[in-house]
């Protein structure tokens, strides 16, 4: 891993999740990374595939496509402004270059061909009882059937600081060598804990970014004391929905993760009285033999929320 020049990459990714709504000009964002604008730019694609100017559109659509499902008490120009967009006719014509559907056409029910479930305080529509799926096939999305309700629980998390490494890519590929690399870390500084929170954050929803562009990072709790040489990150704790897995899921049945999360967004959060706030984290877990491979698996799952 080229540690150097990703913590300064990943420094303005973290930048730009926290200032969507921001003008960010290439200028902006090369200053953060410590390069020229035409080093920073070549390097930025190299590493994630697309210009600066591309990623920050392609995520402000990403984010509206989200608000669009679960904000609906908000207008489509509102969702545009709270993307990031300084025009209604722009993100409409943008979103549906983008989409193939209008943010009108997504929120009515369009989402559904990027999503499982149907989300439940979503608005009905043609668009919606036209969809592909039959009767008898939707019948399946209206209840639980891949979580146990009786383990979804509220809890508090304390807030930390962390050491993060990111994997950029496919879901199903590439992320337990990340958190090798995590551990050697840890490892050989004796700063891994029974007690150390390790988690895994999914940046990108796999419904609707491209394998090839999701980010995830990995997450170890730490003190400044312990890793005086590293960027930490905070973690901001508060209220959560967790859910816990009767057995530790693998990363490559990201499939069946997917499906949890499903019902999280669709069937409890729109009638706990809760919104949520930001991308999940995943509780990780490690075993390590001492002639054996590092295994990781996730453990549970939550959701950072807040009242209505």
Same mark, same amino acid.
């Given at each position: 891993?080229?540690?150097?020049?990703?913590? @300064?990459?990943?420094?303005?990714? !973290?930048?730009?999740?926290?200032?969507?709504? !921001?003008?960010?000009?290439?200028?902006?964002?090369?200053?953060?990374?410590?390069?020229?604008?035409?080093?920073?730019?070549?390097?930025?694609?190299?590493?994630?595939?697309?210009?600066?100017?591309?990623? #920050?559109?392609?995520?402000?659509?990403?984010?509206?496509?989200? *608000? *669009?499902?679960?904000?609906?008490?908000?207008? #489509?120009?509102?969702?545009?402004?709270?993307?990031?967009?300084?025009?209604? $006719? +722009?993100?409409?014509?943008?979103? $549906?270059? +983008?989409?193939?559907?209008?943010?009108?056409? =997504?929120?009515?029910?369009?989402?559904?061909?990027?999503?499982?479930?149907? &989300?439940?305080?979503?608005?009905?529509?043609?668009? @919606?009882?036209?969809?592909?799926?039959?009767?008898?096939?939707?019948?399946? +999305?209206?209840?639980?059937? =891949? *979580?146990?309700?009786?383990?979804? /629980?509220?809890?508090? *998390?304390?807030?930390?600081?962390? #050491?993060?490494?990111?994997?950029?890519?496919?879901?199903?590929?590439?992320?337990?060598?990340? %958190?090798?690399?995590?551990?050697? %870390?840890? !490892?050989?500084?004796?700063?891994?804990?029974?007690?150390?929170?390790?988690?895994?954050?999914? /940046?990108?929803?796999? &419904?609707?970014?491209?394998?090839?562009? $999701?980010?995830?990072?990995?997450?170890?709790?730490?003190?400044?004391?312990?890793?005086?040489?590293?960027?930490?990150?905070?973690?901001?704790?508060? /209220?959560? #929905?967790?859910?816990?897995?009767?057995?530790?899921?693998?990363?490559?049945?990201?499939? +069946?993760?997917?499906?949890?999360?499903?019902?999280?967004?669709?069937? =409890?959060?729109?009638?706990?009285?809760?919104?949520?706030?930001?991308?999940?984290?995943?509780?990780?877990?490690?075993? /390590?033999?001492?002639?054996?491979?590092?295994?990781?698996?996730? $453990?549970?799952?939550?959701?950072?929320?807040?009242?209505?």
């Amino acid at each position: 891993m080229q540690h150097n020049k990703d913590t @300064y990459l990943y420094k303005v990714l !973290d930048y730009v999740d926290s200032h969507l709504t !921001d003008p960010l000009p290439l200028k902006t964002l090369a200053d953060i990374s410590t390069y020229s604008p035409f080093h920073f730019q070549r390097m930025f694609k190299e590493t994630m595939g697309e210009t600066p100017a591309q990623y #920050v559109k392609r995520l402000r659509l990403e984010e509206a496509a989200h *608000l *669009l499902i679960y904000e609906q008490q908000l207008s #489509v120009t509102e969702v545009a402004f709270q993307s990031g967009f300084t025009s209604s $006719s +722009y993100f409409t014509s943008a979103f $549906s270059a +983008y989409f193939h559907r209008s943010p009108r056409q =997504w929120r009515e029910g369009g989402y559904l061909d990027h999503f499982s479930r149907p &989300y439940q305080h979503s608005k009905k529509s043609k668009l @919606y009882s036209n969809n592909k799926q039959d009767d008898s096939t939707q019948a399946t +999305y209206t209840e639980y059937s =891949w *979580l146990d309700i009786n383990e979804v /629980k509220v809890v508090h *998390l304390p807030p930390c600081m962390m #050491v993060t490494r990111q994997s950029i890519g496919p879901y199903t590929e590439g992320i337990p060598s990340v %958190w090798e690399d995590v551990y050697q %870390w840890a !490892d050989s500084r004796d700063v891994l804990k029974k007690s150390s929170m390790t988690l895994g954050a999914p /940046k990108s929803n796999p &419904y609707i970014t491209p394998p090839e562009k $999701s980010r995830y990072e990995c997450c170890l709790e730490v003190t400044e004391a312990e890793a005086p040489e590293e960027i930490l990150k905070p973690f901001n704790g508060g /209220k959560h #929905v967790l859910y816990t897995f009767h057995q530790p899921v693998s990363y490559e049945d990201r499939s +069946y993760l997917m499906e949890c999360y499903g019902e999280l967004y669709s069937f =409890w959060l729109p009638k706990s009285g809760f919104r949520y706030l930001e991308n999940p984290i995943e509780f990780v877990t490690f075993d /390590k033999g001492e002639n054996s491979s590092l295994q990781v698996h996730i $453990s549970a799952i939550a959701l950072a929320i807040e009242p209505k």
